[in-house]
């Protein structure tokens, strides 16, 4: 079985999350109150946080914990089925929504 580094893979995920954001790592650093180089640190998987930490990555990230523990592959994969399940509510929206406007002007 191939060795899995968390701290690697966890680390790269914020530091994806953190540019989908449009944050720089100071930013980033200043909103979870501690140093850019720590922050540094824990996205090249050379640290990791402690759970207090994590609670606040996730808060300022806007992600689940267990999306920061994906690999990239995984990343892409469930991003594409996010889309896919967007595009299937828009369209159920969409035609719900005539149904009901066509079911209104029967009425009225």
Known sequence: MEEVNIRKIFGENVKYYRKKLGLSQEQLAERLEISTN????????????????????????????????????????????VNKINLII?????????????RLREIL
């Open 38 to 81: 720590h922050l540094s640190v824990i996205e090249t998987g050379t640290k990791f946080v402690t759970y207090k930490l994590l609670e606040k990555i996730v808060c300022e990230l806007q992600v689940l914990p267990a999306t920061l523990f994906y690999t990239s592959s995984s990343i892409e994969s469930d991003e594409s089925k």
């Open 90 to 102: 828009d369209d159920e929206l969409n035609s719900t929504s005539s149904r009901i406007h066509n």
